[in-house]
C-alpha cells in the first residue's frame, strides 16, 4: 500500500469495522420485552387476582374463545367499582373516565409483528397457562413484559424444549400466513 | 491514486474520515421507533360480540336490481367481507363481483361524508340541523306548486318506494321517477304482456335449444347471479344440456359462452325471428343481416328440430320492443315464474321527458336519489343542461358523482349495507335488509329523512323511524323480526309497486351518416356508470377485452388492418352527437362494419378519483329511444378513421391463443363416458401422455395398481421415464414423488436422515394426511370473475391503477392503468382467456376460459429457487409464503411456469408509502386474518390458509376434526357457476377428492411435472349435430387443443 493510500484506507476500514460493531448490538430481533409502560388508571393485578382470587379469563374474556384474548370492557369494572372502593384514587381515577362515558385508553405491552398470527385460544385451551408467556401476572403491580416474544423463543416451546413439552405445529405457515 | 500533490489526496481523506464518524455517530444514536399503541375496551360490550372473532349478518345486497342475499361479515364493528346467503332462494350462496364490490362503495373514500349545501357556487359541509332546516323551508315552499316538483328515484323492491310515493302524492306531488339503470325496457314491457310479469326467472334446464338475440344473461342482463348458475347446472347435464347460440352485432362474453355466433347486423334481430317463426325467407334473412343464407337455413333447421327451444331477446336499438314480442312469441320455453324484484321500474323516457319539462321552466324543485341520470343519459338528450335550470335541486345520494354535484342541498343517505329494508326477490319470499354495521360517516336512511319531516305536515307515521315501521309492519313485530333476521329471508308479500304511468311519446334522432354502427354497451361489472368508483372493479380486466382503467374502441382485425391501425392506435370515432379518440383493441367478435365501446367509464372529475378513468361512451350517442321507453344504444351511424396517436392498451392479456400449450382444454359433449376424453383436447405434448389422474387413498402400491389394471389411462402409457414420472405414475394426495421431504422413501439413497418429522404422515399432527386442492371446472366457468373480485376482498390485495400508484421517482408511465401496462397487477387468480379457431376471421371461433391462480405444485419450480427459504411445501400440500422472510429477489416468480406470483414494486400495502391502495377509509375494509404486504414482498394465491387455520382451530375448540367440505376459500364460494371445488383430496369424503378423478380431469403444464394441486375439468364443447354426424368436426381425439 502507498503511504497516501493508507490514510485513507486505513480510517475507511475502521469506521466500516467499527459501524458493523454498533450494528450489530442492534440486530437480531427486536423486542418489547421489559417494557413496563405506566397505565393510565394504575390497575393492580395482585389486588384482583390474588386477594380477590378474580380469574384471568373474568376480564381478559376471549382468551378461550378467540385469537385476542380480549380486555375487559368499562361496564366489567364499573361492575364493582361503582360501589367498592370508590375512596381509593385509582378507582377514582377509573370513575373519571367512566363519567365521561369514555372508555380507558391502556397502553399495549406486548406486542409481536403484523406478519404473525397469535391465537390465544389454542394455547389457553391446550393447557398452556398465561403465566407461561406473561409472566407471574398476579405480582405485578405495574405489568411489564417478562419474555421477548421472539419467533426463537416460541418455537423452543414448539419443537418440544419446554417443561413438560407441549405437542405443537412448527410449520411456517401455521404462524406466518 | 495518483503521486499528485498532498491537497486532493487529504481532501478524500478529510472526506472520508468525516463521513465514516457520522454515519457511526448515526448508528450510535439507534433507530427507535418505539411508538406507543394503545388499546381501547369496549364501554359496554355488545352482545354475543368476540373480539378477533367475525360476527355474520344477513342482508340485502342493493347493487343492482335481482335483491340477491349476503352475508356481511363484520369484525370489531366493520364489515370485512360479503358472501351469498346460501339461504336465499335466489342466488343460493353465491355473489357476483359487483355484490362484492359493495363494500367498496360503503367505504368510498369520495362519499359524503355530511350534509352539503350550495353557498357562493360551492357545496360545502354542514350540520343535518341545518340541512333539515332548509330543506323543510324549500318543501314549503314547492308545496305552493306541487306539479313543478319531480323526484328521481332508483328502482329499488320493497317498501322505500311506496313509502316515497306515500310522502310525495300526500303533499300533492306527483309519484317518483323509478330508474332501474341497468333494465331493458322493451323486454321488460314485452314479458308483461306476454307473461304478466317483468323479468321471467329463465328455466335453461328445460330447453334444449337456447337462442338469444342479444340477450346477455350471465353479464348484465337481469339477475345475473341466479341466471348464471342456472345456466351452469343445465349445461352440466352433458349430452341433454341445450346447446346455445348467440345472435348480435358484438359478442359480449355471454357470446363467448355459446356455442356459435351468428353475427347479424345491429338491428336485424328481429328479420331473423321472422325468419324462425316462419314469416320470412331465409334469403330476406340473409340480406337483411348479413348473415350467409347457408348458415340461416342451418338454424332454422335446428330450430326445427330441436324443441323446445328457449328464444330470449334484448333490446337494444331501435325496434327492441318489436324484437322482444317477436322472441316471447317464438318462445318455446315459457317461464312459471317471476323474479320480482324487477317489477316497478319505469323507462328512460320518464327521464327524458323530465328534462324537457326542466328545459321549458316547468319544474322548480328536483330531488334525487341514487341514480346519476347527468352521467347516465348521453348528452345529446339534454338533460344535464336542462337540470342546472332548476332553482333548486336536491340530492339524495351517498357518494359524489355528476349529478349530486349539480345540487344544491346533498343529504347523503346511508349505503346499503348501513340500512333498514326489505325486499320481495320472489314471490312468496321477502328478503330482509339490515344494517351491518353503524354508518361510516354523518349520513340519514333516506326513509328516516322523510319520517321526520312530513312529521311537521301530514306525518308518514306516528312511529319515529323507519326501522320501527318495518317492525310495525312484520308478522309477529319485532320478536319475528329478530327470528326471521338471521336467515335472511322470511316467507310474505310486499305490496307490488305500481307502475302504470303511460309512456311518453319515443324520441328518435337521426342516426346520422358513418359506414360503422356504434354499439355501446353495458359493462360487465361497471354498468352504466355505477362501479366506475370501486377500485375492484376498475381494475378488474373486462372478461371479454381483458382492457381495465381504460375506454377502448374494439373493432374486428380485418377492419384494423384497413384503417391501418393496430392494438393501441388512437382513431377518432365521430358521430352526430360528438367524438372521442380512443385506442383500438382489436376483437374478432365483432362484425367488421361495427365499433363497439364500453359504457361506464370516462366520467367527470366531480365523481371522484377513480371515476374519472377512460372516456365517456355517451357522449358518441345520439339520443333515441325505442317504443318501449328505453335508450337505443345501437342506433348511431360512426365514422371511424384513424388519428396517428397511440396509447399503450391497458390489459392484462399477454397473448389470446394457446400456441399448442394445452393450457385450456376442451371435449365434445358426445365424448363423455366413452374414455374418449382422457386424450381429447391436449397439448402437443401432453398427448402422448396420460394425464395427471389422481387417486385418493394412502396406499401408494394401490394406486400402481389401480394405474395398471385402468385401461383407459392410455394405451400409450408405457415404463415410466424416472421413478416418479408424473404421466406415468401417480401417488396419491396429488404430491410429487420427487419432492424427498414430503416422501422420503422415494428421496433416493444419498439422503443423510429418514427423519420426516411433520412430513410423515404418522407425525401426530396429521398434517401429512391432508392434501389441499382445488378442482376447477372450465365446462361451468363462464368467465364473469366473481372470483377474482372474492379474492381481493378476502386478502387485502391491493389495486395498482390508480394515476397516483405510478413509480414517483423517474416515472415512465403515468395516468390510469400505467402499473398495469409494466404487468404489476396484483390479483392473485386471473381469468385466461384464450380463443381457438376463427384465425380466417371469421364468426366460428370458441373461446376458452381459466382461471389460473398458483397452483400448489407438489414439485414446485418456485420452492428450490429462494435465497432465503421463504417459500416453501407445507406438509398439508399448501405451497407457502412467509412474507417476513422474503428479501425481494423474485426467482420464485421468475421459475414459476404459470406466471402466477405477484410482487408489491411498490408500497400498495404501506399508509406511508405515495402508491398506498387503501386511502381511508378503504382500509376499514382490510381483513385482520391476514397480513397486509409491503414493498418488497412477494405474494400469492394462499388457498386462503386463513381459513383453513379458522376451520382448524373451530375444530380443535370443538374437540373434533374438521368435517368434509366445512369451509370453502373466497373464491369457490362466490362463483355463480359453482366452477370451483376446494378441499382435501386426500379423504375421499371431500368433494374435491372425487372430482380430481373425473374423467375430464387434467393438470396444466402436466409435462413439466409439477404435481399441481389444482385440477382442471376439461370444457365440453357443444358443436352442432349436423356438423359432428356430417364429419365436419374432428372427433375426440384429434380436436385441436390449441394451435
Not at chain 2, 753 to 781: F, Q, T, V
Request: some cysteine; glycine content about 10%.
Amino acid at each position: 500500500m502507498t503511504k497516501q493510500r493508507k490514510w485513507f484506507a486505513i480510517p475507511g476500514f475502521l469506521t466500516l469495522a467499527a459501524a458493523a460493531a454498533i450494528l450489530s448490538a442492534y440486530a437480531g430481533a427486536s423486542s418489547t420485552q421489559g417494557n413496563s409502560p405506566v397505565q393510565p388508571v394504575p390497575f393492580p393485578h395482585p389486588m384482583h387476582v390474588q386477594t380477590l382470587k378474580m380469574n384471568c379469563v373474568y376480564c381478559h374474556f376471549s382468551a378461550t374463545k378467540s385469537p385476542d384474548p380480549g380486555l375487559p370492557a368499562m361496564s366489567t369494572c364499573m361492575g364493582c367499582h361503582t360501589v367498592v372502593g370508590t375512596t381509593k384514587p385509582g378507582v377514582q381515577k377509573l370513575a373519571s373516565f367512566a363519567n365521561k362515558k369514555e372508555p380507558v385508553p391502556w397502553v399495549r405491552i406486548h406486542k409481536i409483528p403484523e406478519y404473525v398470527h397469535f391465537p390465544h385460544m389454542r394455547h389457553v385451551n391446550a393447557g398452556v397457562s398465561c403465566q407461561t408467556c406473561h409472566g407471574n401476572v398476579q405480582n405485578m403491580a405495574q405489568v411489564s413484559q417478562q419474555n421477548s416474544l421472539n419467533m426463537g423463543w416460541c418455537v423452543n416451546c414448539h419443537v418440544g424444549r419446554s417443561n413438560p413439552p407441549f405437542k405443537a405445529r412448527y410449520d411456517c405457515a401455521t404462524c406466518h400466513y | 491514486m495518483s503521486s499528485e500533490t498532498q491537497k486532493p489526496g487529504v481532501r478524500r481523506r478529510e472526506f472520508l474520515k468525516v463521513v465514516g464518524a457520522t454515519g457511526a455517530a448515526a448508528t450510535a444514536i439507534g433507530c427507535s421507533s418505539e411508538r406507543v399503541e394503545k388499546l381501547i375496551p369496549y364501554f359496554v360490550s355488545p352482545d354475543e360480540t368476540v373480539p378477533g372473532v367475525s360476527t355474520y349478518y344477513a342482508t340485502t345486497c342493493r347493487e343492482c336490481s335481482a335483491a340477491c342475499g349476503v352475508i356481511a361479515e363484520t369484525r370489531d364493528g366493520r364489515a370485512i367481507k360479503l358472501e351469498g346467503n346460501p339461504d336465499h332462494p335466489l342466488n343460493r350462496g353465491a355473489l357476483c363481483a359487483r355484490g362484492q364490490a359493495a363494500l367498496q362503495g360503503l367505504y368510498n373514500p369520495d362519499r359524503y361524508r355530511t350534509p352539503m349545501i350550495r353557498r357562493g357556487g360551492r357545496l360545502e359541509k354542514t350540520t343535518w340541523d341545518e340541512a333539515l332546516k332548509v330543506f323543510g323551508e324549500k318543501l314549503a315552499e314547492a308545496r305552493r306548486n306541487p306539479v313543478g316538483v319531480a323526484f328521481v328515484n332508483r328502482h329499488q323492491s320493497g317498501g322505500l318506494g311506496p313509502l316515497l310515493t306515500t310522502w310525495l302524492t300526500g303533499m300533492g306531488m306527483a309519484p317518483p321517477i323509478t330508474i332501474d339503470p341497468d333494465a331493458d325496457h322493451a323486454a321488460i314491457a314485452a314479458n308483461r304482456e306476454a307473461y304478466g310479469f317483468a323479468w321471467p326467472r329463465l328455466e335453461f334446464s328445460a330447453a334444449r335449444l337456447i337462442i338469444s338475440f342479444g340477450a346477455d344473461f350471465l353479464d348484465g342482463w337481469g339477475a345475473s347471479v341466479p341466471q348464471q348458475l342456472d345456466f351452469a347446472d343445465a349445461r352440466a347435464k352433458g349430452i341433454d344440456a341445450p346447446r346455445f347460440v348467440y345472435v348480435g352485432a358484438r359478442r359480449s362474453l355471454t357470446g363467448l359462452n355459446a356455442d356459435e355466433w351468428i353475427d347479424a347486423r345491429p338491428g336485424s334481430e328481429l328479420i331473423l325471428v321472422q325468419m324462425l317463426a316462419g314469416t320470412a325467407t331465409a334469403e330476406q334473412a340473409a340480406q337483411a343481416s348479413g348473415v350467409s343464407a347457408a348458415r340461416l337455413t342451418a338454424l332454422q333447421q335446428e330450430f326445427a328440430a330441436t324443441q323446445p327451444a328457449m328464444v330470449i331477446a334484448a333490446g337494444s336499438g331501435p325496434n327492441g320492443l318489436e324484437l322482444c314480442r317477436a322472441a316471447n312469441a317464438l318462445n318455446r320455453v315459457r317461464p312459471s315464474t317471476g323474479i320480482t324484484s324487477f317489477e316497478g321500474s319505469e323507462p328512460t323516457s320518464h327521464l327524458r321527458a323530465l328534462g324537457q319539462r326542466m328545459q321549458g321552466g316547468q319544474i322548480t324543485m328536483l330531488m334525487v336519489h341514487n341514480v346519476d341520470p347527468v352521467y347516465m343519459l348521453p348528452r345529446s338528450s339534454g338533460f344535464a343542461a336542462a337540470m342546472a335550470k332548476v332553482p333548486f335541486k336536491v340530492s339524495f345520494s351517498s357518494i359524489v358523482d355528476e349529478t349530486s354535484a349539480m345540487a344544491d342541498l346533498v343529504l347523503p343517505d346511508n349505503h346499503s349495507l348501513e340500512s333498514w329494508g326489505d325486499a320481495q326477490p320472489l314471490s312468496g319470499v321477502v328478503s330482509l335488509q339490515q344494517p351491518v354495521m353503524d354508518p361510516v360517516f354523518d349520513t340519514r336512511a333516506l326513509a328516516d329523512v322523510l319520517i321526520q319531516v312530513s312529521k311537521s305536515g301530514a306525518a308518514l307515521t306516528p312511529l319515529p323511524d323507519y326501522r320501527s315501521l318495518l317492525i310495525s309492519r312484520f308478522p309477529g313485530g319485532a320478536a319475528g323480526l329478530a327470528a326471521a333476521l338471521p336467515r335472511g329471508i322470511a316467507s310474505g308479500s310486499l305490496p307490488q309497486a305500481v307502475v302504470g304511468r303511460p309512456l311518453p311519446a319515443s324520441v328518435n334522432a337521426n342516426p346520422g351518416n358513418g359506414d360503422f354502427t356504434l354499439v355501446v354497451y353495458h359493462h360487465p361489472v361497471l354498468g352504466f356508470g355505477d362501479g366506475a368508483n370501486k377500485p375492484w372493479l376498475q381494475e378488474l380486466p373486462d372478461p371479454v377485452t381483458k382492457i381495465a382503467w381504460q375506454t377502448v374502441a374494439e373493432i374486428h382485425p380485418a377492419t384494423a388492418k384497413r384503417l391501418g391501425v393496430e392494438n393501441g392506435d388512437h382513431v377518432l370515432v365521430e358521430t352526430s352527437a360528438g367524438k372521442l379518440s380512443l385506442p383500438v383493441f382489436m376483437y374478432l367478435g365483432i362484425r367488421p362494419d361495427t365499433v363497439a365501446v364500453a359504457a361506464g367509464r370516462g366520467h367527470a372529475e366531480s365523481a371522484g378519483r377513480y371515476a374519472k378513468a377512460g372516456a365517456n361512451a355517451f357522449d358518441l350517442l345520439s339520443y333515441s329511444e325505442d317504443r318501449a321507453g328505453g335508450i337505443a344504444y345501437t342506433a348511431t351511424r360512426a365514422r371511424v378513421t384513424k388519428d396517428g396517436t397511440f396509447s399503450r392498451l391497458v390489459t392484462t392479456e399477454g397473448s389470446a391463443r394457446q400456441h399448442g400449450r394445452g393450457i385450456a382444454q376442451a371435449v365434445v359433449v358426445t365424448d363423455l363416458g366413452t374414455g374418449a376424453t382422457r386424450e381429447a383436447g391436449g397439448s402437443e405434448h401432453a398427448a402422448e401422455a396420460a394425464p395427471q389422474g389422481s387417486v385418493s387413498g394412502a396406499n401408494q402400491e394401490r394406486a400402481l395398481g389401480q394405474k395398471a389394471a385402468a385401461g383407459e389411462h392410455g394405451a400409450e402409457a408405457g415404463e415410466p421415464e424416472f421413478p416418479g414420472d408424473a404421466s406415468h405414475e401417480f401417488l396419491p394426495g396429488l404430491r410429487s414423488p420427487t419432492a424427498n421431504d414430503a416422501q422420503g422413501e422415494l428421496g433416493g439413497p444419498e439422503l443423510k436422515s429418514k427423519e420426516k418429522g411433520m412430513y410423515d404422515p404418522k407425525h401426530w399432527s396429521g398434517m401429512a394426511n391432508r392434501r389441499w386442492a382445488m378442482a376447477i371446472d372450465l365446462a361451468r366457468c363462464t368467465g364473469c370473475s366473481a372470483c377474482v373480485t372474492a379474492c381481493y376482498a378476502e386478502n387485502n390485495i391491493p389495486t395498482v391503477g390508480a394515476d397516483w400508484q405510478g413509480s414517483k421517482f423517474l416515472p415512465d408511465r403515468t395516468g390510469f392503468g400505467a402499473n398495469i401496462t409494466r404487468s404489476r397487477e396484483m390479483s392473485w387468480l386471473r381469468l385466461e382467456r384464450y380463443f381457438e379457431g376463427g384465425e380466417d376471421g371469421g364468426s366460428d371461433f370458441e373461446t376458452r376460459f381459466v382461471p389460473m391462480l398458483c397452483q400448489h405444485c407438489g414439485n414446485a419450480p418456485c420452492e428450490p429457487v429462494c435465497p432465503v427459504y421463504a417459500t416453501y411445501h407445507a406438509p398439508d400440500g399448501l405451497n407457502v409464503q412467509v412474507y417476513n422472510r422474503c428479501v425481494g429477489t423474485r426467482y420464485c416468480s421468475n421459475n414459476c411456469p404459470y406466471k402466477v406470483r405477484y410482487f408489491n414494486w411498490f408500497g400498495y400495502g404501506e399508509p406511508a408509502r405515495a402508491q398506498y391502495a387503501f386511502p381511508e377509509p378503504l382500509n376499514w375494509q382490510l381483513n385482520p386474518d391476514v397480513t397486509v404486504r409491503g414493498k418488497g414482498v412477494m405474494e400469492k394465491c394462499t388457498f386462503c390458509v386463513q381459513r383453513i387455520r379458522e376451520a382448524e382451530n373451530r375444530a380443535t375448540l370443538e374437540h373434533r376434526g374438521v368435517e368434509p367440505d366445512e369451509f370453502t376459500v373466497a373464491c369457490a364460494e362466490a362463483c355463480p357457476s359453482r366452477a370451483i371445488t376446494f378441499g382435501d383430496a386426500a379423504d375421499e369424503r371431500w368433494s374435491v377428492a372425487k372430482l380430481v378423478n373425473d374423467e375430464r380431469a387434467y393438470h396444466v403444464f402436466e409435462e413439466l411435472n409439477t404435481y399441481t394441486a389444482v385440477v382442471y375439468l376439461k370444457k365440453v364443447n357443444h358443436p352442432s349435430s349436423s356438423l359432428v354426424s356430417a364429419g365436419s368436426v374432428p372427433s375426440a381425439a384429434s380436436t385441436p387443443g390449441g394451435h
